[in-house]
């Protein structure tokens, strides 16, 4: 069974950081890509950054140079650094994993979710 565990989740004013980790973990794991999604209030899932083993990054537009995402392979670790964090950065984020178990076929795993309230 894969689990992903999240942490760094809070309340914070404008302009201010946050530091978002997960890591992933279970027996036979393989982990390629990992990244973060976010859930405003009232919308839609949408991607905030995403991370392949070789280090290719991808982020959405809304967050490209404020938001720094970053992994540990050896520990299937991702981090996501929030810089000058706005109002609308508020939502529930989501660690997302990309996991072979056993060499089996590459599955979607998804954390529980941690809160981010960003006041103005």
């Known amino acids: 069974q894969v689990q992903l565990v999240e942490s760094g989740g809070g309340l914070v004013e404008a302009g201010g950081s946050l530091t978002l980790t997960c890591t992933a973990s279970?027996?036979?794991?393989?982990?390629?890509?990992m990244g973060w999604y976010r859930r405003p209030l009232g919308q839609e899932r949408e991607l905030v950054a995403l991370?392949?083993?070789?280090?290719?990054?991808k982020y959405a537009d809304s967050v490209k140079g404020r938001f720094t995402i970053s992994r540990d392979n050896d520990a299937n670790t991702v981090s996501l650094q929030m810089d000058s964090l706005a109002p609308d950065d508020t939502a529930v984020y989501y660690c997302?994993?990309?996991?072979?178990?056993?060499?089996?076929?590459?599955?979607?795993?998804w954390g529980q979710g941690t809160q981010v309230t960003v006041s103005s």
């Open positions: 997302l994993a990309d996991v072979e178990v056993n060499g089996a076929t590459l599955t979607h795993y």
């Open positions: 279970g027996s036979g794991i393989n982990v390629e890509a």
């Open positions: 991370i392949t083993t070789n280090n290719y990054k």
